[in-house]
T-cell receptor, first 114, second 111 residues
């Protein structure tokens, strides 16, 4: 049973470009979470999605950031017009039943904005 | 909103010494989870505590959940170099079920 798959592992973007981060949850998991981690810091919650629904996006900036989890295909975290402050590791996690379940994390995408 | 605080932020120990990290929530938690993240790696689930006053053990690791379900601790007995990493506690916050993480305790072990 494959784990949570994130790609790309590393992504370099120039300021003003768009970044697309992909996450395929574990098989049988329909709940996806995105977290952001700056060096030497904790995990900051961004958004919680189920298939075709955004359940909680309270941690996601209102501008430039969006997330989706379509009926088919991976979850996508999209950052438009990236700025240097967006440089961070972005982790995706999935769980089978959502609330109160342990999370299974992917290896993360390290975004660098130059 | 809910906050989860962890102390200490860093801990340096000599191999063989014990280590403890503490976690406090601003609100009562339905459960608490602990994760470990190795340097350069991703968080890995260790354990979940649900009951008030619960104590669970995994080999040299002992996890406790406070009676009021607002605090928790992780104790490692006789640390080894393989224990190196950052230990996070996390609790579910709000009405939507998003998992809120503490900032973690980074453990380094000197051989």
């Amino acid at each position: 049973n494959a784990g949570v798959m994130q790609n790309p592992r590393h992504l370099v973007r120039r300021r003003g470009q768009e970044a697309r981060l992909r996450c395929s949850p574990m098989k049988g998991h329909s709940h996806v979470y995105w977290y952001r981690q700056l060096p030497e810091e904790g995990l900051k919650f961004m958004v919680y999605l189920q298939k075709e629904n955004i359940i909680d996006e309270s941690g996601m900036p209102k501008e430039r950031f969006s997330a989706e989890f379509p009926k088919e295909g991976p979850s996508i975290l999209r950052i438009q017009q990236v700025v240097r402050g967006d440089s961070a590791a972005y982790f995706c996690a999935s769980s089978p039943t959502g609330e109160r379940s342990p999370l299974h994390f992917g290896n993360g995408t390290r975004l660098t904005v130059t | 909103g809910q906050q989860v605080m962890q102390i200490p932020q860093y801990q340096h120990v000599q191999e063989g010494e014990d280590f403890t990290t503490y976690c406090n929530s601003s609100t009562t938690l339905s459960n608490i989870q602990w994760y470990k993240q190795r340097p350069g790696g991703h968080p890995v689930f260790l354990i979940q505590l649900v009951k008030s006053g619960e104590v669970k053990k995994q080999k040299r690791l002992t996890f406790q959940f406070g009676e009021a379900k607002k605090n928790s601790s992780l104790h490692i007995t006789a640390t080894q170099t393989t224990d190196v990493g950052t230990y996070f506690c996390a609790g579910y916050g709000g009405s939507q079920g998003n998992l809120i993480f503490g900032k973690g305790t980074k453990l380094s072990v000197k051989p």
